[in-house]
């Protein structure tokens, strides 16, 4: 693959350079150093979900298509490839149990050896396993039963355990518990009952590690769930401690909402964990990042480089790193098409937000003038930054062009011949 990539890139280097320069010039009538930017554009990343590396489906059902990977080892390779092709997606982050190594330790050499590192460990209380001496159906760390909330708590610190062994350094916890109808459940009761569970997994995390929580108004409780919004979830975070914090999934919130307010007021409580990028219409669509909203992606962005920027943020937490993942169901596209392309998207608005001319929004805002601070946001949101993307991927040896490389390598037909087609259609929101 990297000869493939050098070679391809060799044909399109002069355009490339012709297209930066142009860029370059354009962005210093605006006073910004473009080598500053693309710089800062080389240290982003974004991790890519095991599970993200099969065809996902709806809760209809899943077309399979051929060459899918069949296991945790087959899916390190095709997350190696969308690194190698696009460089900005050197972590995988593990989902347990559909992707529980066989042995930890083999799997982290053998992605070392990929160029691979590993990100937050998921765990899944939302599923019954065949093995399993408890049902989750009426709940996980909530269940009015300590049976069942003490299984799923020793599920989490297995998987705390297993990312131990692997390198990993954060947990997230989906919490589906809920209820689909008025009654079902004590609407507090469930809280205090999923706080307390939490306790016991915050109690076996790492020094080092991080816990994140993440919310959802609906689904798969359909009248209502535990951790429904971003209020709930920041409570979570402070009964637990330091080390926890809320991740923000773009598809969990109701139609309309304003998310970018979510993140601006996650970080004032000093307790944004990270994101779930995906991208949706409807409601947790799982789509391609920027695929339907881009301009709200460059705002969430926006408030991001903000708080990166800040002094006051910086005193308070030096190290004030969200950590970004894709969290999509690739029902249609090839998958690595998709993360190839969804990566670059999430790195697009993130260029696009380091160009915001923060001196002159704050002016704007200081004196009211609406339409200049609007202005300053439509100017950094509509400069076309793909040379600087492009840039970047050069500068780590990754493709100009990464998914016509990756056609033109026939990577998916080659690996059919010994993968074959997965024969399953089952249904199942991820
Ligand atoms: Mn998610």
Redesign the pocket.
């Known amino acids: 693959m990297t000869d493939l990539i050098q070679q391809d890139n060799r044909q399109r280097l002069k355009q490339h350079r012709r297209r930066y320069e142009v860029l370059a010039e354009q962005l210093e009538w605006q006073k910004i150093e473009i080598e500053a930017v693309t710089t800062d554009a080389e240290g982003f990343s974004v991790a890519v979900p095991s599970w993200g590396l099969g065809q996902g489906g709806t809760r209809f059902g899943r077309f399979p298509i051929a060459g899918e990977p069949r296991n945790l080892m087959e899916k390190l390779h095709d997350a190696a490839l969308v690194q190698q092709l696009v460089g900005i997606t050197p972590r995988v982050s593990l989902h347990i149990p559909w992707d529980r190594p066989e042995n930890p330790r083999i799997l982290k050499k053998v992605a070392r050896e990929l160029g691979l590192g590993f990100d937050a460990m998921n765990s899944n209380t939302f599923q019954d396993q065949p093995d399993q001496k408890h049902s989750y159906k009426f709940g996980s760390l909530c269940h009015t039963d300590k049976a069942v909330r003490h299984q799923a708590i020793e599920h989490n610190l297995e998987c705390i355990e297993i990312g131990r062994a692997i390198g990993s350094k954060s947990l997230t916890i989906?919490l589906a518990d809920g209820g689909c109808f008025p009654g079902q459940q004590h609407l507090r009761n469930a809280l205090d009952r999923v706080i307390d569970s939490l306790k016991s997994v915050y109690a076996g995390l790492p020094r080092t590690w991080r816990l994140f929580t993440?919310h959802k108004p609906f689904e798969p409780g359909f009248y209502s769930t535990v951790v429904q919004d971003w209020g709930t979830s920041l409570m979570i975070a402070q009964a637990l401690g330091p080390q926890a914090s809320c991740l923000v999934?773009l598809g969990?919130h109701l139609p309309n909402c304003n998310i970018e307010m979510v993140v601006a007021r996650l970080i004032a409580a000093n307790r944004l964990g990270g994101f779930?990028f995906n991208d949706s219409k409807y409601g947790d669509d799982d789509l391609s990042s920027g695929s339907i909203k881009p301009y709200q992606l460059f705002l969430v962005m926006h408030e991001l480089i903000d708080a990166v920027q800040d002094p006051n943020i910086r005193k308070r937490r030096p190290r004030f790193q969200p950590c970004y993942m894709m969290?999509q169901s690739h029902n249609l596209k090839d998958p690595i098409e998709d993360l190839v392309l969804s990566s670059i998207e999430i790195h697009r608005a993130h260029i696009k937000a380091l160009l915001v001319d923060r001196e002159a929004l704050t002016y704007h805002q200081e004196g009211n003038d609406v339409t200049m601070a609007e202005q300053v946001l439509k100017r950094a949101y509509e400069t076309d930054v793909s040379p600087i993307l492009d840039e970047v991927r050069l500068r780590k040896g990754a493709a100009l062009m990464p998914v016509e490389v990756y056609r033109k390598s026939r990577y998916r037909e080659k690996v059919t011949g010994e993968r074959g087609i997965k024969m399953d259609f089952g249904g199942g929101i991820i």
């Open positions: 989906w993440e999934d969990h779930h969290d």
